[in-house]
């Protein structure tokens, strides 16, 4: 059975900074995009971050705007792993936050929309205060 499973979410104030992790079992995602989703209360899931495979050391990174510059995203494949470092983290960062993994494997496109993906985490919450 295929899992991602997410952690590392929490209660934080303005200015803070969390971790969250991914773990994936069940297969591999080697060769596959990751990424990062959000949701809000009362919003649409939205982009939040994206790494790409790669069979040597370059990983192409990318970020929705409202995190760039605050967010980093990285992987660890010897642990089937990936993570996603939010520092300055502010109250409108407040959000469920979903590890997703692309549909399609060896693709020369990330993910960047939700159609892009085909397995999704539970979600973690992340409650930043004022």
């Known amino acids: 059975q295929v899992q991602l499973a997410e952690s590392g979410g929490g209660l934080v104030q303005a200015g803070g900074s969390l971790r969250v992790s991914c773990v994936a079992s069940?297969?591999?995602?080697?060769?596959?995009?990751m990424g990062w989703f959000r949701q809000a209360p009362g919003k649409e899931r939205e982009f939040v971050a994206a790494?790409?495979?790669?069979?040597?050391?370059?990983?192409?990174?990318y970020y929705g705007d409202s995190v760039k510059g605050r967010f980093t995203i990285s992987r660890d494949n010897a642990k089937n792993t990936v993570y996603l470092q939010m520092n300055n983290l502010q109250p409108e960062d407040t959000a469920v936050y979903y590890c997703?993994?692309?549909?399609?494997?060896?693709?020369?496109?990330?993910?960047?929309?939700?159609?892009?993906?085909?397995?999704w985490g539970q979600g973690t919450q992340v409650t930043v205060s004022s």
């Open positions: 997703a993994a692309s549909r399609t494997s060896r693709s020369l496109q990330s993910i960047s929309t939700m159609a892009d993906v085909g397995y």
């Open positions: 790494i790409s495979w790669s069979e040597g050391v370059t990983y192409y990174k």
């Open positions: 069940g297969r591999s995602f080697l060769t596959h995009s």
